[in-house]
T-cell receptor, first 110, second 115 residues
Framework: SQQGEEDPQALSIQEGENATMNCSYK?????LQWYRQNSGRGLVHLIL?????REKHSGRLRVTLDTSKKSSSLLITASRAADTASYFC??????????FGAGTRLTVKP | GAVVSQHPSWVICKSGTSVKIECRSL??????MFWYRQFPKQSLMLMAT?????????EQGVEKDKFLINHASLTLSTLTVTSAHPEDSSFYIC???????????FGSGTQLSVL
């Protein structure tokens, strides 16, 4: 079963705009991870935020974590057409069982 | 970065045949490998967690005899879809990691089409 839900399911923006995706999960976590998937490919790890962290940055990515609300957000700033992909959050609710959210399909129009 | 190689990338087979998918970590030893199944425009569904030298832990609803997982070494795990049927057609993805709670490195996936 999946661990969490993400919203929006789909997001379409213009190049240069910011994209925000949200993820909610159900159980306590050690960390929360975000991945990206291009169509028909494997996933690529983007960023990991630990349960004792509230915010983390990596290049144009900014991730927040609110453990009290069991939610996380991924912000991509100054989006590019190449950012078009599906984005998933992932957690391990039972240890050693990485589970993914439903994902957000991002389309960045040039 | 770490590389996970998954083969084949795609396979077409007749109903009733068995298909083996390999997942190799090329430049690191993977303590754990995960196998996922993904339908078009949907998320990844965890099928099983595989630790080297021990039996795989299957998710509820995943048939052990249908999806055989072997994790014989720290760099190789295989998934065999036995007696495949059209409903087994899907995108199968493996991933591996070095340590518990660490990030996953993914294979490129295998598109299985059963006729």
């Amino acid at each position: 079963s999946q661990q969490g839900e993400e919203d929006p399911q789909a997001l379409s923006i213009q190049e240069g705009e910011n994209a925000t995706m949200n993820c909610s999960y159900k159980t306590s976590i050690n960390n929360l991870q975000w991945y990206r998937q291009n169509s028909g490919r494997g996933l690529v790890h983007l960023i990991l935020i630990r349960s004792n962290e509230r915010e983390k940055h990596s290049g144009r990515l900014r991730v927040t974590l609110d453990t009290s609300k069991k939610s996380s957000s991924l912000l991509i700033t100054a989006s590019r057409a190449a950012d078009t992909a599906s984005y998933f959050c992932a957690t391990e609710p039972n240890n050693n069982d990485m589970r993914f959210g439903a994902g957000t399909r991002l389309t960045v129009k040039p | 970065g770490a590389v996970v190689s998954q083969h084949p990338s795609w396979v077409i087979c007749k109903s009733g045949t068995s298909v083996k998918i390999e997942c190799r970590s090329l430049d690191f030893q993977a303590t754990t490998m995960f196998w996922y199944r993904q339908f078009p425009k949907q998320s990844l569904m965890l099928m099983a967690t595989s630790n080297e030298g021990s039996k795989a832990t299957y998710e509820q609803g995943v048939e052990k005899d249908k999806f055989l997982i072997n994790h014989a070494s720290l760099t190789l795990s295989t998934l065999t879809v036995t007696s495949a049927h059209p409903e087994d057609s899907s995108f199968y993805i493996c991933s591996a990691r070095v340590s518990q709670y660490g990030k996953l490195f993914f294979g490129s996936g295998t598109q299985l089409s059963v006729l």
